[in-house]
């Protein structure tokens, strides 16, 4: 059974750091492109980081120089180290993988970045 468990959201100040985690379980972890997605209150979800089993990375230009993908394939994890946080920052994350057909997705990390 596929499950992936985000942790470490929070309410940070404007400017402020937070790391985000999604431990995987279910599958072989490192042999899947792991992503990082993020719907922020009345938009749709959009995607914020990939990477690959090759540790290859990829960001949108709304996080790219803030944020850093990173993975952990002994511990079956992906992290998400955001920096320079900004109020629109504010979403929900979403840790996210797909194995042929389906797709997995976690139950959400609320992120809040006060002003």
């Known amino acids: 059974q596929v499950q992936l468990v985000e942790s470490g959201g929070g309410l940070v100040q404007a400017g402020g750091s937070l790391r985000l985690s999604c431990a995987a379980s279910?599958?072989?972890?490192?042999?899947?492109?792991m992503r990082w997605f993020r719907q922020a209150p009345g938009k749709q979800r959009e995607s914020g980081a990939s990477?690959?089993?090759?540790?290859?990375?990829n960001y949108a230009d709304s996080v790219k120089d803030r944020f850093t993908i990173s993975r952990d394939n002994a511990k079956n994890t992906v992290y998400l180290q955001m920096n320079s946080l900004r109020p629109e920052d504010t979403a929900v994350y979403y840790c996210?993988?797909?194995?042929?057909?389906?797709?997995?997705w976690g139950q959400g990390a609320q992120v809040t970045v006060s002003s």
């Open positions: 279910g599958f072989t972890f490192g042999s899947y492109v």
């Open positions: 990477i690959s089993r090759g540790y290859m990375t």
């Open positions: 996210n993988t797909n194995l042929g057909f389906s797709t997995y």
